[in-house]
């Protein structure tokens, strides 16, 4: 056959649950076109179907159902695989659903080539192996921004968490490969790069190196120009840590460390390993280092006897902090763990009304904080053109947009900040 006239395989994914998971699909995504493959939307008809799924997101059955009917209708002859945290749990559950050809757990789904090589009708590839595979890093989000996977599994014990069960225990790449994967992402243009994992603050790895010294090893890289911290435990933040991160001049000003809650009973009953006073002073911490920075958290809300008087601690505490990129779940009950176990489960209207009350809260101190920034300069790295204008973040992640004739994808300006439209800051280039 005329080379020019091959027709290329066809892969598509769908990815639910968190950055993680998004950051694995890409580096899967990539695989796949590094054999020949070409990449499709979700719902394009495809030879591969790469469901990667997650076990946090309510309702994760019905979700995994019908995605798989989605799959089957756009591709009723492509090969389905069902990856990713729900698997690794629920793969019986899998079995029983019409249509899948492979089912892999969170190690197995990178070997996916290997066994779409294998004529066998249907495959469950589950292991709770340490091995930790994939020093993934993704050409997701714009082509600006990589994520780089340096850790996975953990080895705390969250009373609501199924991420352990799912993961395994805490597993990390070497120093060394997450220097050439860095190397690697700024070599092909990527201007910003977020270590990723589900619990990096306790990144070491198998020589002994703690993710400060990873820090120090990916910033000291020339081609590194500006690099995130995915969430980080608050009880991981450390002051040696921040050191680094400010020495190098590449940390961008923005910290996601998870709270959960601000009542020391309800913190004490998740098994966190912090309390409100502790998570006060690390916000202090920070701050003294980064002053400008902007803070995100993750928040649960209706934990199993969470009072009013409770969550209004957590209101109370949001409303005066310095949060400002608010991630709220309703509390949703997670069979295997702890926290399934308690009797004084909250009713999901209670539940809707206290996750309404937070984004509200979190909507509003978002905007004091964005509007805060006018007058102000941040540098911005754009990465797409929107109705007629350049968008990216800034340094403390907000959403900054400006005209301009030029092609500024992936480029990083500094910009002043003139006004707030519809959520998102509207700026000048500085020029010199
Ligand atoms: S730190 Fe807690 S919430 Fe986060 S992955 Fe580990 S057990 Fe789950």
């Given at each position: 056959m005329d080379k020019s006239i091959e027709i290329k395989k066809k892969v598509a994914f769908h990815t639910l649950g968190c950055r993680l998971n998004f950051s694995e699909s890409g580096s899967i995504a990539q695989g796949f076109v590094e054999r020949g493959y070409e990449v499709v939307d979700f719902g394009e008809k495809a030879d591969v179907v790469f469901l990667n799924t997650c076990t946090v997101t309510d309702g994760a059955d019905s979700s995994c159902r019908n995605l798989i009917r989605k799959a089957q209708n756009?591709?009723?002859?492509?090969?389905?695989?069902?990856?990713?945290?729900?698997?690794?749990?629920?793969?019986?559950?899998?079995?029983?659903?019409?249509?899948?050809?492979?089912?892999?757990?969170?190690?197995?789904?990178?070997?996916?080539?290997d066994y779409l090589e294998s004529e066998s009708e249907l495959q469950v590839k589950i292991d709770k192996s340490a091995d930790f595979f994939g020093a993934a890093t993704t050409t997701a989000d714009s082509h600006t921004r990589a994520f780089l996977k340096i850790q996975d599994g953990c080895n705390y014990v969250c009373s609501f968490c199924i991420i352990p069960f799912a993961r395994g225990r805490s597993?990390?790449?070497?120093?060394?490969?997450?220097?050439?994967?860095?190397?690697?992402?700024?070599?092909?243009?990527?201007k910003e790069i977020v270590l990723t994992g589900v619990n990096i603050g306790e990144y070491e790895s198998t020589s002994g190196e703690k993710l400060v010294d990873l820090v120090q090893a990916v910033t000291d890289i020339p081609e590194v120009h500006r690099l995130r911290l995915g969430s980080v435990e608050p009880n991981t933040m450390t002051k040696?840590?921040?050191?680094?991160?400010?020495?190098?001049?590449?940390?961008q000003d923005h910290f996601h460390i998870p709270l959960q809650s601000a009542s020391n009973e309800i913190l004490t009953s998740m098994r966190r390993k912090y309390r409100i006073e502790d998570y006060r002073s690390i916000l202090e911490m920070v701050k003294s280092y980064f002053p400008q920075a902007a803070f995100g958290a993750d928040v649960i809300v209706g934990y199993p006897g969470e009072t009013e008087e409770q969550f209004l601690e957590t209101f109370n505490f949001l409303r005066n902090g310095p949060i400002t990129h608010f991630h709220i779940f309703p509390y949703s009950k997670r069979k295997g763990t702890t926290a399934a176990k308690l009797t004084d489960q909250i009713q999901s209207a209670v539940k809707k009304d206290r996750v309404r009350t937070l984004m509200?809260?979190?909507?509003?101190?978002?905007?004091?904080?964005?509007?805060?920034?006018?007058?102000?300069?941040?540098?911005?790295?754009?990465?797409?053109?929107?109705d007629g204008y350049w968008e990216g973040y800034s340094s403390n992640y907000l959403r900054v947009k400006v005209k301009s004739d030029f092609n500024l994808k992936n480029e990083i300006y500094p910009v002043l900040m003139k006004d707030l439209v519809g959520g998102k800051l509207l700026g000048e280039i500085i020029v010199d």
């Open positions: 756009s591709s009723p002859e492509g090969k389905i695989v069902v990856a990713g945290c729900y698997a690794q749990m629920e793969a019986d559950k899998i079995k029983q659903m019409q249509g899948v050809d492979l089912i892999l757990g969170t190690s197995e789904k990178y070997k996916v080539f597993k990390a790449i070497s120093i060394d490969e997450a220097k050439s994967e860095a190397v690697k992402l700024a070599k092909s243009g990527f040696e840590l921040l050191e680094v991160l400010k020495n190098s001049g590449k940390y509200l809260l979190g909507e509003a101190k978002l905007d004091e904080f964005s509007k805060n920034m006018i007058g102000k300069n941040s540098q911005v790295l754009f990465e797409q053109q929107v």
